[in-house]
């Protein structure tokens, strides 16, 4: 079964497959349910990166404590639960978004008994270089499997819909891709399927850089840039007019505050001017 409902109904000792792209936006529902029985005192959710290594314990709860355990070690800040205690029955997380790396095994156990065990397979879109924008630019593109269970393919196809590139995946690969060697830029967007026994399993895009977004704030920061350079120029030259004043009128009133000055200087140390004067 696939499909973020996975799970529901009668779980024990059930065996999924599940697919998820490594995007901002994918999320993994685990949904363990023990509904069928009288009720249990611990739930747990293991995982393990891959098959037949060690299981880590990722979340756990006890029916007796209204606590609910979370180990971020291997998913940070993206596990998270329901927000509902464990009531003996039902224990569900999720982990948001998806990374390629959590690809692997999950387990729920309900006590000793084994209920869905989800086998979650990542895909992932890479670019290289990652920052061309220029249309008309070449990208290497490459689409990723984390592992192959079965037979599986992945196949690239661009944004008329044509499948470009192809390849048959097989178990023993360790890194298995499809790689796009000088793919046209400007041409629309790209995806890579991935095909699991004949059946499109996932689609994963890889969106293409805008060019005239791009192209459009260049020239609007470049603009911005002008006119503030404009406004600077325009507001030294009206502070220069102000400072600087004609030479001849400067002239003149320095000569008419100095006679005036020196005119109450005599009119002050002489005794005969001033009784004249007053």
């Given at each position: 079964?696939d499909?973020s ?6 779980l024990?000792r ?12 994918s999320?993994?529902?685990?949904v363990?349910?023990?509904?069928d ?7 747990q ?10 299981l ?8 007796s ?6 180990n971020?070690?291997n998913?940070?800040n993206r ?5 509902k ?9 999720r ?11 999950y387990?729920c ?8 065990a989800?086998?979650?397979i990542?895909?992932k879109v890479?670019?290289?270089p990652?920052?061309a ?9 490459t ?8 037979p599986?393919r ?7 819909g044509k ?12 890194s298995?891709?499809l790689?796009i060697?000088?793919a046209?830029?400007?041409?629309g ?7 699991h ?9 890889y ?7 791009i192209?459009?704030?260049?020239v609007?920061?470049y ?5 503030a ?12 007019n ?8 400067v ?5 008419n505050n100095?006679?005036?000055?020196v005119?109450?200087?005599t009119?002050n140390?002489?005794?005969d001017?001033?009784?004249q004067?007053e």
């Amino acid at each position: 079964m696939d499909g973020s409902t996975a799970g529901y109904g009668n779980l024990h000792r059930k065996t999924y497959t599940l697919y998820r792209s490594s995007t901002d936006h994918s999320e993994l529902h685990l949904v363990c349910s023990g509904s069928d029985g009288d009720g249990y005192s611990r739930a747990q959710w293991t995982w393990t990166p891959h098959h037949h290594q060690q299981l880590k314990v990722i979340a756990s709860a006890y029916r007796s404590q209204p606590i609910i355990n979370v180990n971020g070690t291997n998913f940070v800040n993206r596990l998270m639960t329901s927000g509902k205690l464990f009531d003996g029955k039902d224990f569900n997380v999720r982990i948001v978004p998806v990374v390629f790396q959590d690809a692997g095994v999950y387990i729920c156990f309900l006590e000793q008994n084994r209920f869905p065990a989800i086998d979650l397979i990542t895909v992932k879109v890479t670019a290289e270089p990652s920052d061309a924008v220029t249309e008309g630019d070449n990208v290497t593109l490459t689409c990723s499997v984390s592992h192959v269970t079965g037979p599986m393919r992945l196949v690239w196809i661009n944004g008329d819909g044509k499948r470009v590139e192809e390849k048959a995946l097989t178990v023993e690969e360790k890194s298995p891709s499809l790689v796009i060697q000088k793919a046209e830029k400007g041409r629309g967007n790209w995806r890579c399927v991935l095909f699991h026994q004949d059946l499109p399993r996932l689609f994963v895009p890889y969106q293409e850089p805008r060019v005239r977004d791009i192209r459009i704030i260049i020239v609007l920061g470049y603009l911005v840039i002008k006119l503030a350079v404009a406004l600077g120029l325009i507001c030294c030259s009206w502070r220069m007019n102000r400072s600087c004043r004609n030479p001849r009128e400067v002239t003149g009133n320095v000569t008419n505050n100095s006679n005036e000055a020196v005119a109450m200087q005599t009119l002050n140390s002489d005794p005969d001017l001033r009784d004249q004067n007053e």
